[in-house]
C-alpha cells in the first residue's frame, strides 16, 4: 500500500479491478510515444488521443501538438487520429491535406464503424446509441450520414423517426452505461418491435469490467472516488453507476490533488476505481492521499482479469520495422501499472 499513512481503525479502502487503461487506449498512447521517439516531433494529433488531462499534458511536454481538425496541421506533416476513431470526411481532408496518418482508433470502434456501413449498404435507419457531440458518435455517424440517427438517451426514444419500422437496427457507443443503454434497447424495441441487434456487443469489454467492479464494491462504500477526466464517457459512467448501485456519495477527479477532505467526513469505506483512459500512477496518488488520512487499509475487489492486447497502428509498424524495431519493442506495461500491496477480496 501507499507509503506515509497509518490505518485507523475500521477505515478501508476497496479497491476496484480491472481498472484504468484498456488495450484500446494503451494502444494509441504507445502509438503516439513511438511516433514521437521514431520521427520526432513534433507529432501533430487530431483531438485529444484519448480523454485524459495527464496524458494529454505528458504528451504534449514531449512533443505532441494537439489540434481540434486536420486543417491545422501543417501540409505535408504527420498526424495521429485519436482512439475514438474519424469519419471518411476526416480521413479524406488529411489526404487533401497530403498528411501522412497514423489512425489509432480503437479496434473495438472500427468494428462499430463497419457494422454501420454494412448496414447502410443495406439501406437500413441505424439507431446510434450515443452521446451527441462526442467524438465517436461523429466519427461513427459520419460513416453513413443519410442513415444514421444519434439517440441520446432512453427518454429521446419518444422522438426517433424512421422510414420504414421494419428496417431499423441499432448500434452504441463503446463508452456507455450498459443498464441505461440496455434501458433505450428496451424502449426502442417497444416501438419498433422488429428492431435487429448489432451482431456483437458494442460497448467494450473494459467498459463493461469497470462498471461490474463498480457495482459489486459501490453497496459497501460511503464515498467512491473515480479517477478520471470530465470528457471520459467511460468514467462519467461509472460515477452514476456507483450512485445507483448504492454508494452513499460517488465524486470524479482528475487528480489527488482535486479531492476534498469533507468527502470523508464519517466515512470507513471509500471504493476507488477508475476510467479506461486513466494512468494507474494517478490511482497511486488517490490511494497515498487516503492513506495519509487513515484509509491505508486497501482490499482489490475483483471481477475479472484482462489480458486483450491490441497491435500498434499498421502505418507505425510498417515505419517501424523498417528500421528494425519491432512493432512491440520497448512496449510498455499496460497503463505503467506498477504493482500495490493489496488484499484480494
Same mark, same amino acid.
Given at each position: 500500500?501507499?507509503?506515509?499513512?497509518?490505518?485507523?481503525?475500521?477505515?478501508? @479502502?476497496?479497491?476496484?479491478?480491472?481498472?484504468? +487503461?484498456?488495450?484500446?487506449?494503451?494502444?494509441?498512447?504507445?502509438?503516439? &510515444?513511438? $511516433?514521437?521517439?521514431? +520521427?520526432?516531433?513534433?507529432?501533430?494529433?487530431?483531438?485529444?488521443?484519448?480523454?485524459?488531462? #495527464?496524458?494529454?499534458?505528458?504528451?504534449?511536454?514531449?512533443?505532441?501538438?494537439?489540434?481540434?481538425?486536420?486543417?491545422?496541421?501543417?501540409?505535408? /506533416?504527420?498526424?495521429?487520429?485519436?482512439?475514438?476513431?474519424?469519419?471518411?470526411?476526416?480521413?479524406?481532408? /488529411?489526404?487533401?491535406?497530403?498528411?501522412?496518418?497514423?489512425? $489509432?482508433?480503437?479496434?473495438?470502434?472500427?468494428?462499430?464503424?463497419?457494422?454501420?456501413?454494412? *448496414?447502410?449498404?443495406?439501406?437500413? =435507419?441505424?439507431?446510434?446509441?450515443?452521446?451527441?457531440? #462526442?467524438?465517436?458518435?461523429?466519427?461513427?455517424?459520419?460513416?453513413?450520414? &443519410?442513415?444514421?440517427?444519434?439517440?441520446?438517451?432512453?427518454?429521446?426514444?419518444?422522438?426517433?423517426?424512421?422510414?420504414?419500422? =421494419?428496417?431499423?437496427?441499432?448500434?452504441?457507443?463503446?463508452?456507455?452505461?450498459?443498464?441505461?443503454?440496455?434501458?433505450? @434497447?428496451?424502449?426502442?424495441?417497444?416501438?419498433?418491435?422488429?428492431?435487429?441487434?448489432?451482431?456483437? =456487443?458494442?460497448?467494450?469489454?473494459?467498459?463493461?469490467?469497470?462498471?461490474? $467492479?463498480?457495482?459489486?464494491?459501490?453497496?459497501?462504500?460511503? @464515498?467512491?472516488?473515480?479517477?478520471?477526466?470530465?470528457?471520459?464517457?467511460?468514467?462519467?459512467?461509472?460515477?452514476?453507476?456507483?450512485?445507483?448501485?448504492?454508494?452513499?456519495?460517488? +465524486?470524479?477527479?482528475?487528480?489527488?490533488? &482535486?479531492?476534498?477532505?469533507?468527502?470523508?467526513?464519517?466515512?470507513?469505506?471509500?471504493?476507488?476505481?477508475?476510467?479506461?483512459?486513466?494512468?494507474?500512477?494517478?490511482?497511486?496518488?488517490?490511494?497515498?492521499?487516503?492513506?495519509?488520512?487513515?484509509?491505508?487499509?486497501?482490499? &482489490? @475487489?475483483?471481477?475479472?482479469?484482462?489480458?486483450?492486447? *491490441?497491435?500498434?497502428?499498421?502505418?507505425?509498424?510498417?515505419?517501424? /520495422?523498417?528500421?528494425?524495431?519491432?512493432?512491440?519493442? =520497448?512496449?510498455?506495461?499496460?497503463?505503467?501499472?506498477?504493482?500495490?500491496?493489496?488484499?484480494?477480496?
Amino acid at each position: 500500500m501507499p507509503d506515509g499513512g497509518a490505518t485507523a481503525p475500521g477505515k478501508r @479502502v476497496l479497491l476496484a479491478a480491472p481498472r484504468g +487503461y484498456c488495450a484500446g487506449v494503451d494502444r494509441a498512447v504507445v502509438a503516439v &510515444e513511438k $511516433a514521437l521517439e521514431h +520521427y520526432g516531433a513534433p507529432v501533430y494529433v487530431r483531438k485529444e488521443i484519448v480523454h485524459n488531462k #495527464h496524458v494529454v499534458e505528458t504528451l504534449s511536454e514531449r512533443g505532441a501538438i494537439f489540434v481540434e481538425e486536420t486543417d491545422e496541421v501543417p501540409r505535408g /506533416a504527420r498526424v495521429v487520429f485519436s482512439a475514438h476513431g474519424v469519419s471518411p470526411a476526416v480521413k479524406e481532408s /488529411a489526404a487533401e491535406r497530403e498528411l501522412d496518418t497514423i489512425d $489509432a482508433t480503437c479496434p473495438l470502434v472500427t468494428k462499430v464503424h463497419k457494422e454501420a456501413v454494412r *448496414f447502410a449498404k443495406d439501406d437500413y =435507419d441505424i439507431l446510434l446509441i450515443g452521446h451527441d457531440g #462526442h467524438e465517436e458518435v461523429e466519427g461513427t455517424a459520419g460513416e453513413a450520414p &443519410e442513415h444514421v440517427q444519434v439517440v441520446n438517451s432512453p427518454d429521446a426514444v419518444d422522438d426517433v423517426v424512421v422510414r420504414d419500422p =421494419d428496417k431499423v437496427v441499432w448500434i452504441s457507443q463503446t463508452t456507455l452505461s450498459v443498464d441505461e443503454t440496455m434501458e433505450t @434497447v428496451r424502449r426502442l424495441r417497444e416501438k419498433f418491435p422488429t428492431l435487429q441487434d448489432p451482431p456483437s =456487443d458494442d460497448i467494450c469489454y473494459a467498459t463493461q469490467n469497470r462498471q461490474v $467492479a463498480v457495482k459489486k464494491l459501490a453497496p459497501e462504500c460511503d @464515498v467512491v472516488v473515480v479517477v478520471g477526466s470530465a470528457n471520459s464517457s467511460n468514467s462519467v459512467r461509472l460515477v452514476e453507476v456507483a450512485l445507483q448501485a448504492g454508494a452513499r456519495t460517488s +465524486y470524479r477527479v482528475d487528480r489527488a490533488a &482535486e479531492l476534498d477532505e469533507s468527502w470523508f467526513d464519517g466515512a470507513t469505506t471509500v471504493g476507488v476505481t477508475s476510467g479506461a483512459s486513466v494512468p494507474e500512477i494517478l490511482v497511486e496518488d488517490v490511494l497515498a492521499y487516503l492513506a495519509e488520512r487513515g484509509f491505508g487499509s486497501v482490499e &482489490e @475487489v475483483r471481477t475479472a482479469t484482462e489480458d486483450l492486447m *491490441f497491435s500498434l497502428p499498421r502505418e507505425l509498424r510498417t515505419d517501424l /520495422a523498417g528500421t528494425g524495431g519491432g512493432a512491440g519493442s =520497448d512496449r510498455p506495461t499496460r497503463g505503467g501499472r506498477r504493482p500495490l500491496s493489496v488484499q484480494p477480496v
